[in-house]
């Protein structure tokens, strides 16, 4: 078309930068797996340290399936509100000082990444957060005390 068409010329990152990218995700992805084992084994920590109000539960009549909930419950008001803040930290500090280093590192933390590294934090800390609750239940005998009203 000679001088009728201007075509901008395309700004694509080249491969090094994509696997660049790629792998700073993927070591997201992995320290986010971490943190969710951490948390559970400090939540574990935590629910060992609090046997007497556990006790004091079930003596009330709490139900085993309600003390696990309650507990995940609980759970879920620390990790909701850690994980905003720990992203709204990110976004605002930690990328915006990175970003001048890796010119496209503020496009590759798209609100789906976000959404994506929650659900993989949420789900992996609750699964691993119940099976360690039901086990620190079932396995400690002072906790298994039957009282009150059904």
Same mark, same amino acid.
């Given at each position: ?13 080249d &491969? &090094? ?12 992805? !992995?320290?986010?797996? %971490? ?25 009330? /009549?709490?139900?085993f ?7 995940? /419950?609980?759970?879920v ?9 720990? %992203?709204?930290?990110?976004?605002h ?6 970003s001048?280093?890796? &010119? ?6 798209s ?19 119940? !099976? ?7 396995? &400690?005998k002072?906790?298994?005390?039957? /009282?009150?009203?059904?």
């Open positions: 078309l000679g001088d009728r068409a201007v075509v901008e010329p395309a700004n694509l990152p &491969d &090094d930068a994509v696997y660049l990218y790629n792998t700073i995700i993927m070591v997201t992805i !992995f320290i986010t797996i %971490v943190s969710a084992i951490n948390f559970a084994i400090l939540y574990r920590y935590i629910l060992s340290s609090r046997k007497q109000s556990l006790m004091v539960y079930r003596i009330c /009549g709490m139900s399936a309600r003390v696990v909930l309650l507990y995940l /419950g609980e759970c008001v620390l990790t909701v509100p850690a994980y905003v803040i720990g %992203v709204l930290l990110f976004e500090v930690i990328l915006k000082k990175v001048k280093y890796y &010119d496209y590192m503020s496009n590759s933390y609100s789906y990444v976000y959404m994506v590294l929650f659900s993989i934090y949420f789900i992996l800390s609750l699964l691993i957060l119940l !099976f360690m609750i039901i086990y620190a239940l079932k396995t &400690d002072e906790l298994d005390v039957k /009282g009150g009203a059904r």
